[in-house]
């Protein structure tokens, strides 16, 4: 009798552990609802690149880490990898030799498969703190706290949420993985880019880079872009197999985009891209927690495990470059005030936010507005649009044609 007690207890014991091996090997709504939850709380103050809220963030990001079993892969046995840049003045560059020189701070994980090669996955974890740099689309947003709650909680909470999955699904997977949260995304992929100049593990080993950024929105229409396709000839084809779920797919090529995975696609390294879309709630203080849709995040997270899984099986990706980038990134001298929505596929730019005090705000632009030319350039996409925007300088005056409903109209906006 007690032999049998202590082989039903051995059983039962037996079978927790189990369990609880594949309990951790899903990706919890719960979880993300907590973890992005705690990053968008006023306590942290929207996380403003070096600040002590974004130190706090990073502490909670390293704590993460290491309890999923990650293996610390910043500078000297830490998690960190710091970084500092001169912060700066002009709103349309980055760094200025009189601003005053600021330290921050990438969150870095390893999970040792014992591999030749790694998948990097990322995120950023900082947003635009008090409203001060500029950045913030709100009329009047000094001093305003800005959560961040999809721009980039939502990433962040991603990347997490994929460590402690891959650490804990009981798989030696084919590759190694380094999980990296970046801080100055905001002021222009500041992080991204020193830790590619200055990284921690060898990039030339590296399979492909994932970032997420906004991935917290799916809408209706279930659409998730997967951008960075056409910077390995195996992407495609891998996207092509999978199954979908109920997630509308909308692939883009470029490996460059308004996103750390640009740092990484410019060392030659294959990436791809996660993002639910713009909204307009983006850059303002009205980007919370409550607007998070953590069903729609739990599915994109899912899609991203069986993606990664998939080319985990695939031998070192070839890197394949995609557009120029002097052509992906005109160089602008003026800005509209408008917010274009990425994810429409119509025809022209479809307005997603208009902001108070600029120039297409000024003209009477509003959101729901098309539109389809700038001048006498006709706009039929978000790459011709800001390549028609680059023409002008400050001072100019121009004409702006869009449909609001069943009309087109005219307007002159001045720069
Ligand atoms: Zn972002």
Not at 289 to 309: R, T
Request: proline share 4%; net charge neutral; charged share 25%.
């Amino acid at each position: 009798m007690k032999k049998n007690i202590q082989t039903f207890l051995l059983l039962c014991a037996l079978l927790l552990a189990h369990l609880s091996v594949l309990a951790q090997a899903t990706i919890s709504e719960q979880r993300l609802r907590r973890d992005v939850t705690y990053l968008a709380s006023d306590k942290l103050k929207g996380r403003g690149t070096a600040t002590p809220e974004e130190q706090k963030a990073a502490r909670y990001i390293a704590k993460q880490f290491k309890k999923a079993g990650l293996k610390p892969m910043g500078e000297n046995g830490t998690w960190y990898h710091t970084f500092t840049f001169r912060k700066s003045n002009d709103p349309h560059g980055i760094e200025t030799a009189d601003a005053p020189m600021l330290t921050s701070r990438n969150v870095v994980g390893f999970l040792d498969n014992g591999a030749a090669n790694t998948i990097i996955i990322g995120a950023h974890y900082d947003h635009l703190g008090l409203g001060h740099d500029r950045n913030s689309l709100d009329a009047n947003p000094q001093g305003k706290i800005h959560n961040g709650a999809d721009d980039n909680a939502s990433g962040t909470a991603g990347v997490l949420a994929l460590a402690r999955y891959f650490a804990k699904n009981g798989v030696r997977e084919r590759n190694n993985f380094l999980f990296i949260c970046f801080s100055a995304e905001e002021l222009g992929l500041i992080g991204s880019k020193r830790y590619t100049e200055r990284p921690t593990i060898d990039l030339s080993k590296a399979h492909f880079m994932l970032n997420m950024d906004m991935i917290g929105r799916l809408n209706d229409e279930r659409r998730l872009v997967v951008g960075g396709v056409g910077t390995a000839p195996d992407f495609v084809p891998v996207l092509q197999s999978l199954p979908k779920g109920n997630l509308s797919i909308k692939t883009d090529s470029s490996g460059v985009g308004p996103s750390d995975h640009t740092s990484f696609y410019l060392k030659n390294i294959p990436v791809l891209f996660l993002f639910t879309g713009q909204h307009a709630d983006y850059h303002k203080p009205t980007d919370d927690v409550d607007k998070v849709n953590f069903s729609g995040q739990k599915a994109v997270l899912d899609f991203a495990v069986q993606l990664i899984e998939a080319l985990d099986q695939k031998p070192k990706l070839a890197f394949q470059p995609t557009r120029s980038n002097t052509e992906d990134t005109p160089r602008f001298r003026v800005t509209l005030g408008i917010m274009p929505d990425y994810t429409f596929e119509g025809d022209g730019v479809h307005v997603d936010g208009v902001t108070e005090g600029k120039p297409a705000a000024r003209a009477g632009l509003q959101r729901g507005d098309r539109i389809i030319a700038l001048g006498d350039m006709e706009v039929h996409t978000v790459r011709e649009y800001m390549q028609a925007l680059s023409k002008f300088q400050k001072g100019d005056t121009t004409t702006v044609r869009f449909v609001r409903g069943n009309e087109t109209l005219v307007r002159e906006v001045t720069f």
